[in-house]
């Protein structure tokens, strides 16, 4: 959901990665699943940031939760329990693009609505559209290979205070006639908010109600889901506080696009849409939830249902969506072949429920244990460069020091083993990447989630980067030693503005800064200049200097200017 103004581009890379564009999520010191314990996944995903998060994982055909509150400042105790009452609510952002679907599905199981309606047919007398626009089909909303932008054309920006509050149905439909599309649809999976809003809003016409009178009487209501709901009413008080960092957040109102994240739920309400869909065409949700989990297209590395992203193959797959609005972040993940689900629900934007998918896909699609030695450091040096995935997406690859390290737009490095011939795995994320060559040269790179042809994924659902001209940084990154060296808080004090704080922290052998409260960003070393390093955008940059012991004592930021920052204690 990336903005357009300076102050939304840290919750632009946040939600950028939400939709697969980071492709590599954050890596738990100990990877986290379907077994783990609901305490354990709790302290790892909130971790020290304030906030509350709820973990409902449901397994051996019970369900088990834990809830943990921290205030700001420090960590606060688990509680776990067995039961499900008295449970917060929390936005879930995204996770309700999963129930938008759903009632596409139960409009198309019914007869009442076809994949293949358009927007030229749905919205006649409402919209005057150019014909690449009608030509939309519901198929291509519902997958985001619409060629639709990410949000409306006027949309304000993540750093305004409720940014989706302002677009009704007019507004929308307006947007949409005097909208020319790049390409004609389908497109690539590019992510959508606007697409799936308007799924939402297509089906709140049809049916003449509002999508979450659809919702409760088609969803919520049949499977008991009390405490879920787009409107909170005299259940105010029940929302966990949201947290950017430690800056509060106020709550995310929706209007026509209530169909890509209105819902505020809890953990146990989550997992009984988990169960109901793990359930399929016998469960209560009838045919409809067996549709709804049907591939229908690709989405980056996985496939794509009704909405709902769809990891491995046929008979052992995983279902995932995340969710994330400006205080609240979120992931629903379940698996029918084992019966198993989590659900995973923080009041902070800078908790990490991603995790746990990470772990999930590790633990469910292994890779398999290297099977040569690493290749000599000249041949390493053949694979570094930058690979083009998509307009908004590059793989950069970088050897270094015998290893190949890897990162992806908006990310850090990580290091990969080798996996084969032109191949190199990050076991601990579950990923694999392999080379390809023409005429004896690198040309390609594909990036697969789990053991690509050994019970993982086939060789479609993959994501191909083509070689650029664009050389390969000389370094990717610094030892953890010195990294350790450079981690501490920094202040500048300011007498009209606000003073300037950064947080620097060593995490998975990459270092990152924050600043203020806003997400952290991986921070790359400058070759040939000591103690210096820059951001991915590689205009600004940061010079850490040392005192006459040689201890990292202050900072630089050059960023619109130069501020220096002491190091506190």
Known sequence: MPGKTKRSGDLATALAALAGLSYL????????????????????????EPGTVAVGIWRNQQGRFALQRNPVGSVGEVVEDDSAHAQPLFEIGSISKVFTGLLLAQAVERGDLSL????????????TLKPETAAITLRQLVTHSACLPREPQDFPGYGTPNPFSRHDRWKIYAGLSGMTLEHAPPCGAAYSNLGMGLVGQLLSDHYAKPWDVLVRENITGPLGMRDTMQYLGRQASRL????????????????????????RSTAPDLLLLARALMAGRAGPLGPAAERALTPLGYFRGDEIGYAILIRGPAGHRTYHHDGLTGGYRTLLAFAPDTQEAVAI?????HASPVKVLTGITASRYPIAPATQMAPAP?????YGGVYQADKDTSFTFVAQDGKLYRRSTGTGFRALSPGGPDTFVDADA?????????????????????DSGFGGFSSFSGVAGLRTKEAAPPVAVVSLDTQLDYAGHYRARRIIRTDLDL???????????????????????????????????????????????????????????????????
């Open 25 to 48: 999520p954050p890596v738990a010191a100990a990877p986290l699943t379907f077994a783990s314990p609901p305490a354990e996944i709790a302290k790892a995903v909130l971790d020290d």
């Open 116 to 127: 293949d309606d358009t927007l030229g047919k749905l919205l006649e007398a409402k919209a």
């Open 240 to 263: 966990a506080t949201g947290y950017q960092h430690e800056a509060l957040q106020g709550p995310w109102d929706f209007d026509a696009l209530s169909g890509a994240g209105a819902l």
């Open 345 to 349: 629900l923080a009041s902070n934007s």
């Open 378 to 382: 000249a041949a390493l040096a053949e």
């Open 430 to 450: 579950g990923a694999r990447y392999v080379f390809s060559r023409e005429a004896g040269e690198i040309v390609r790179v594909d990036y697969y989630l789990g």
């Open 503 to 569: 947080d620097v922290r060593a995490e998975n052998g990459q270092l990152g800064v924050r600043a203020g409260n806003w997400f952290r960003r991986p921070v790359f070393p400058v070759a040939g200049k000591p103690d210096r390093f820059a951001y991915e955008n590689g205009r600004s940059q940061l010079q850490f200097e040392r005192d006459a012991a040689g201890h990292v004592a202050g900072v630089v930021l050059y960023e619109n200017g130069v501020i220096r920052l002491r190091r506190l204690p």
